[in-house]
């Protein structure tokens, strides 16, 4: 009866979707945590042994640190259990694991994106979210074609120039 509950609450869970490249940064992320993690805990002890921890601030930050750490293993560990594994199917269409290169037809700026999941989105890396209003409107579409974004603002068109899959 347990399981059967389990297996019917696991249908109606939403995965994250992500590349490969995404999931192995956050196991490299949580292994460096984790590596710190003895550190911090050595901190707290020596900062208890001080006495009288009411009015210890070296015993409140090394708290205050180790708290923060573990929250945030705990929250990479739920990502990577939540995550769903992406690999785009072929280069023929921009996927999630793509790189495209657009042209904005504007200005015909020229800018190369990787097409990631929501949480390896960072705009600085050039690295665009699938559900971003940009990835939305590239999403299945093939080099050569025009698409047309609609951002918050005002819409604008790009041109797929070309499609390519990252490793």
Do not use: C, W
């Not at 708290?63 to 990479?76: F, N, P, V």
């Not at 290169?101 to 190369?112: A, I, M, S």
């Not at 590239?138 to 609609?150: D, I, K, M, N």
């Amino acid at each position: 009866m347990q399981r059967k509950k389990i297996a019917e609450a696991m249908k109606n869970v939403y995965f994250q979707k992500m590349t490969p490249n995404g999931y192995h940064e956050i196991e490299q992320e949580i292994a460096q945590l984790q590596e710190k993690r003895p550190t911090k805990i050595a901190q707290l002890k020596a900062a208890r042994a001080l006495g009288d921890l009411s009015e210890n601030t070296e015993y409140s930050t090394a708290k205050r640190e180790l708290r923060h750490l573990e929250s945030r293993l705990r929250y990479l560990n739920k990502q990577l259990q939540y995550s769903q594994v992406v690999k785009p199917a072929d280069g023929q269409t921009v996927d999630l694991g793509t790189k495209v290169t657009l042209r904005f037809d504007d200005d015909d700026e020229v800018t190369d994106y990787q097409v990631v999941g929501k949480m390896e989105a960072n705009l600085t890396k050039q690295k665009i979210s699938f559900d971003s209003p940009l990835g939305k409107a590239l999403l299945h579409h093939r080099a050569g074609e025009t698409v047309t974004v609609q951002a918050p603002q005002a819409s604008y068109q790009v041109t797929i120039i070309k499609i390519q899959v990252v490793d």
